[in-house]
């Protein structure tokens, strides 16, 4: 039986008559390289509006180091790279949707070359590197470990020089708005200003992931998987929320942010050693460093538990210090800031919350199960990523599915009339005592990281599930009017939800492993677990 607090709709009091509102063709809630790819496609034939609940500079776009995947040399191919891809995915990738964006990488590369994206070139040729599952080296970057800043920098001045295009900055998304026919017709959300109401006769989900939901996080303060919440609330089918991929290598300082320590740093030649100088990866995996992250995650974890150790170290004493700092200006940066000589001393690591593998199911067009609404970017399951992502796969997928939703857009209701409807909904009163939200969140961040992390058990699970069901009891009844709130609410959603199928799949595949399941069950879990409320 569904708890009570599952049955509501809006987190929000709506009345659609007496709301401040604003109308447009396209609405983009998000401002990461899908969102904003998303709007350019959509504004040359509609009008626009971007909503991101901080600034454009808050996505975790801007703070990819790692760079974009794609087949840029002769001796790699599109089968190479579709073939990385699936054997990454373990069995549960869309082969169909890996073929479509793989194909279409090379083409957006261009693209963004030709818009003053400035990747990286050596004597007139575009520099590309090797990471952990690709079998050649097609990785693409710019400014060294700024790929996602320089490439969001691009788009966002492109988007701001589009007469077609508003931005709202600081506006929070509360709710996905729908009719009585399962049509999305907007969103409600707020400003400084207040409430408002945006009609769209199609909107496109872009908010992000939902790494803020563990204590140890690579993903900036914004992802807190509020797009993922509001679509279950608006009955959308989400898939695979068991699939949370930990990057296995960020800065472990204490009381410091987890600083991303980038993939490319192991497919130039860095080494994990233990606090003994032991190079162990060769013990867990024969690619060793190069292996696939899960597989490198799980190593360092259990070379933690092996040795009653917090953490391990990266060791990249052997680069030349000038290069390193020219190569790697944001890492060389950051070790700086900490007394770190990359010379002399070793980078301390461990590993943390990354990226989320699943989402709001789309298909190949970036259509979610409810009309009228797309979704690309990390908020969308497009079958990419099947059971893990490939690294640098991730750039790439936002630069496709972003054009097509936004292609998708203009397609859509296009020689329909486009009615509004009345919608007033009232959240019933509550008298239970109130919870402060910021403590929930702190515990819910320890208690996903615990139970929820990298290796996890029925017993874990379970006490999960039961532990969120009890501040949702006393979180989730309660009308609020603050980031602060209704962010907290987002999380325990999306966390019960990751919790659940987490506990439904008992196997262990790609990035999530039961420990009371270690063997892959093809026989009963080569399948994608989806969740909806209305299922």
Not at 515 to 529: G, L, S
Request: hydrophobic share 35%; charged share 25%; with cysteine.
């Amino acid at each position: 039986m569904k708890e009570q607090t599952e049955f509501r709709r809006y987190l929000a009091n709506v009345d659609s008559d007496s709301t401040s509102q604003r109308f447009t063709d396209c609405l983009v809630i998000g401002a990461g390289i899908a969102g904003l790819r998303a709007a350019i496609e959509a504004a040359g034939q509609q009008k626009v509006v971007v909503a991101c609940k901080g600034s454009l500079q808050d996505s975790n776009t801007w703070h990819a180091q790692g760079g974009i995947a794609s087949v840029l040399e002769k001796d790699d191919s599109i089968n190479s790279h579709i073939k990385d891809t699936l054997a990454t995915g373990c069995g549960l990738c869309d082969e169909n949707t890996v073929e479509l964006v793989v194909k279409n990488g090379p083409e957006l590369i261009k693209q963004l070359l030709d818009w003053g994206v400035e990747f990286d070139f050596e004597e007139g040729h575009l520099v590309t590197t090797i990471e952990g599952g690709h079998s050649h080296s097609r990785i693409a970057h710019a400014h060294g470990d700024e790929t996602g800043r320089m490439i969001a920098e691009v788009l966002i001045r492109k988007v701001k020089a589009n007469p077609n295009i508003t931005i709202l900055e600081n506006f929070f998304s509360i709710d996905l708005l729908t009719n009585g026919d399962d049509n999305c017709v907007g969103v409600i959300g707020k400003d400084e200003k207040g409430l408002h109401i945006i009609w769209a006769a199609n909107t496109i989900l872009a908010t992000g992931g939902a790494g803020m939901l563990f204590r140890e996080t690579t993903n900036p303060e914004v992802a807190t998987g509020d797009g993922l919440a509001m679509a279950y609330r608006a009955g959308a089918v989400l898939t695979d929320m068991e699939f949370m991929q930990f990057h296995p290598t960020t800065l472990y300082i204490a009381g410091a942010s987890r600083a991303l320590m980038s993939e490319t740093l192991r497919g130039e030649g860095g080494i994990l050693v233990d606090a003994e100088g032991n190079q162990f990866m060769k013990d867990y995996h024969e690619n060793a460093e190069l292996a696939p992250r899960d597989i490198v995650s799980r190593a360092i974890l259990s070379h933690m538990l092996k040795t009653g150790a917090t953490h391990v170290y990266l060791d990249v004493r052997h680069f030349d210090k000038e290069h390193f700092a020219e190569r790697f200006p944001l890492i060389s940066e950051i070790c700086e800031s900490f007394d770190i000589d990359i010379s002399k001393d070793l980078i301390p690591v461990r590993p943390s919350a990354h990226y989320m593998v699943g989402g709001v199911k789309t298909d190949s067009t970036a259509k979610t199960s409810i009309e009228n609404l797309f979704a690309c970017g990390e908020i969308a399951a497009t079958g990419l990523h099947g059971a893990n992502r490939l690294g640098s796969n991730s750039l790439l997928e936002g630069l496709v599915f972003g054009k097509t939703a936004g292609q998708q857009s203009c397609q859509v209701n296009r020689n329909k009339e486009y009615k509004r409807p009345k919608i007033k909904y009232d959240v019933p009163r509550s008298d239970r005592t109130r919870l402060d939200t910021e403590d929930v969140t702190n515990s819910l961040r320890a208690l996903m990281w615990r139970n929820i992390g990298i290796t996890r058990t029925e017993k874990q699970l379970a006490e999960a599930q039961e532990i969120i069901r009890f501040w949702q009891r006393y979180v989730m009844d309660k009308v609020f009017e603050s980031r602060q709130g209704w962010q907290c609410q987002n999380m325990l959603t999306t966390s019960l939800l990751m919790a659940k199928a987490a506990r439904q799949r008992q196997e262990s595949r790609g990035v999530h492993y039961r420990c009371d399941f270690p063997e892959t069950d093809d026989a009963n879990f080569k399948k994608h677990i989806e969740i909806s409320r209305n299922i």
